[in-house]
């Protein structure tokens, strides 16, 4: 049976947790948000390719967040991709991630991430799909990431993404390897409408104009001081 | 001869079509179950009151992925036709629970001449919703568990975990080299327990998602029921497939017959397309009829967390690799297909014909389970 054709036919049905054969995959370089209360149904947005990342760039989704206490719920990002090394992206509460010591570890985590969007309808995700999924179930971002008893699961493979509330969560690329460093990318932050914001790191060279600058302050400061004295 | 055979061949596909138009069941699901299906629908007077006009394709004997059985019912009358293609538990309860709104292909009237073709696939399809369903769990364990099916237990069905001829030549699995396995990246190390065997990979060849075998597989291994695997697929030859751009992923064959057909490839020298290397080792889940299949063609059985497969010891629970065995029906079958449900979910249909050992009938069982997430419990 044609595929989109079933889709459309059992979307109409209501019918849940159906798929065609080929299940909807993970498009590897997304991040996906997702926002849980490990109760009802969780929410998960993809915010695209993790590579388009810009300081300030922001996502309205407080039309997607109206059922949940935006002020209590668990809300993370996760993503990965492949290539030489490949590489994993995950929120922590600012805390430094663990390792992805091997490739069997990133499969891990890339199988979450396919898990997690297997029943979101098209054949690909991609950025501004958004779905929800019973926080029961197994592939739920509240069973992936924070409550599943699974050795697959997210958490159980890896380490808990969420924070709770409207905080910031810092965003990392770790890179494969048994003692390859995270790299932190920069944040993200929930505020109560709903909105989420991203703010990158300052480059390295941006951080030596910052230094200059200071530099030349206090120099100038200085003169000043001398000056009147 | 040949006239005649094909007068014979026509009478009986225009004696069939005419009548089948108002007689025509639909029957989908589990490929492992097959087997046992055949026999209880081509034994008489279980459902048909003698032996039915038997047609199939696309395996051969009671390992055909598509049959039609003709013949009258028990307690009824005139011709009916049980068409059906064995899709995988999954894709089976999919189609009865949507309540005929999916449709899947069926051998088509114009090809029913009663004879076994063999591998050959149908050339052309009657395409139509579907009556009854076979699945190797209960639909609590399924993709689709809305809305409620009623089904029955029949019997108790079997898989086994084989290797094909590969670098890894060990006899047993446990669930954690299975899970390692399925991720796509897993060194022979983790199998022979040999630190230099770093450089080689053991990949898992399964079933796509639309299957019960891949259900119980995933269930009862600790995977994760719904967990997406990066399998992979190698031909006959042991060439591995690409698939959608990549040599592993969410892959995997749509019948257990396909793929047994696959595992007696030899491929320690076969390029590793995933991990650019030379020589793999591969092992899959199958029913225990498929397994014997691909055991036939050179692939080994192997134990499972160390108890081999034996009718006693999945009796008994020390063997854990089986799964409850379930027929499901649509909310809205006909009087014909409703008797066959009936006939079929009896203690005296297919449960009667549990051969014990691909199926073990549940009044022979020591032990029960509640699906493939739990642990068998002893009576």
């Keep these: ?229 | 001869m040949k006239l005649n055979q094909s007068l014979l061949a026509a009478a009986l596909g225009l004696g069939v079509a005419s009548l089948s138009h108002a007689g025509n069941v639909y029957f989908t699901g589990s490929t492992a179950a097959r087997s046992v299906v055949y026999q209880a629908l081509t034994n008489a007077g279980t459902v048909f009151t003698t032996q039915p006009t038997t047609t199939l394709y696309n395996g051969g004997g009671s390992g055909a992925n598509y049959m039609a059985f003709s013949g009258t019912l028990v307690g009824g009358s005139g011709t009916t036709v049980i068409k059906c293609h064995w899709s995988g538990s999954e894709a089976g309860v999919l189609d009865v629970a949507s309540n005929s709104i999916v449709s899947e292909t069926f051998i088509a009237d114009s090809l029913l001449d009663g004879t076994d073709h063999g591998s050959a696939v149908p050339a052309s399809f009657d395409t139509h919703a579907v009556d009854l369903a076979m699945a190797d769990n209960a639909q609590t364990f399924s993709r689709t568990r809305t809305p409620s099916l009623t089904g029955t237990e029949v019997c108790v069905i079997t898989f086994k975990w084989v290797r094909n001829k590969g670098l890894w030549t060990g006899t047993n699995v446990t669930d954690s080299m299975i899970r390692q396995a399925f991720l796509g990246f897993c060194p022979r190390a983790v199998f022979d327990g040999n630190p230099a065997d770093v450089n080689d990979f053991v990949y898992v060849s399964g079933r796509d998602n639309q299957s019960g075998t891949r259900v119980n597989t995933f269930g009862d291994t600790g995977f994760g029921i719904f967990s997406s695997p990066n399998q992979i697929e190698m031909n006959s030859s042991g060439v591995m497939q690409l698939i959608n751009g990549n040599y592993a992923g969410d892959f995997g064959f749509s019948s257990g017959g396909t793929l047994a057909g696959t595992l007696g490839a030899d491929t320690t020298a076969q390029a590793d397309n995933w991990n650019s290397t030379t020589g793999y080792s591969v092992i899959a889940y199958l029913g225990v009829g498929d397994a014997a299949t691909a055991i036939t063609a050179g692939a080994t059985e192997l134990a499972y967390n160390g108890v081999p497969f034996s009718s006693a010891a999945v009796k008994e629970g020390t063997y854990t690799f089986w799964g409850n065995e379930y027929i499901f029906k649509s909310a809205s079958v006909g009087s014909e297909a409703q008797s066959i449900f009936t006939k079929l979910a009896a203690t005296t249909g297919i449960n009667n014909f549990a051969d014990g050992t691909k199926t073990v009938k549940l009044t022979d069982m020591h032990c029960s389970r509640p699906g493939p997430t739990g642990d068998p419990s002893h009576n």
Excluded: C
């Design chain 1, 1 to 229: 049976m044609n595929k989109l054709y079933k889709t459309v036919l059992l979307a109409a049905l209501g019918l849940a947790g159906v798929s065609a054969a080929e299940a909807t995959i993970y498009t590897q370089g997304d991040l996906l948000v997702g926002f849980t209360v490990s109760s009802g149904n969780d929410l998960i947005y993809d915010l695209g390719q993790e590579s388009s990342l810009f300081n300030g760039e922001n996502w309205s989704l407080g039309s997607l967040l109206t059922g949940y206490n935006l002020n209590n719920v668990n809300w993370g990002v996760i993503g990965d991709v492949s290539g030489t090394p490949r590489i994993a992206f995950t929120t922590t509460d600012g805390s430094q991630p663990n390792l992805v010591p091997n490739n069997t570890a990133w499969s891990a985590l890339n199988s979450a991430a396919n898990t997690i969007v297997q029943f979101a309808g098209p054949a690909s995700t991609a950025a501004g799909v958004s779905f929800s999924s019973d926080s029961s179930q197994s592939f739920s971002w509240n069973q992936e990431t924070i409550n599943g008893t699974l050795s697959t699961a997210y958490h159980n493979a890896y380490e808990n993404p969420n924070v709770v509330g409207t905080v910031s969560d810092t965003l990392w690329a770790v890179p494969v390897g048994p003692s390859a460093i995270a790299t932190e990318l920069g944040n993200f932050a929930l505020d109560g409408t709903g909105t989420l914001t991203f703010t990158s790191v300052p480059e390295p060279a941006t951080y030596a104009l910052f230094s200059v600058a200071g530099l030349m302050l206090l120099s100038l400061r200085n003169q000043l001081r001398n000056k009147k004295a």
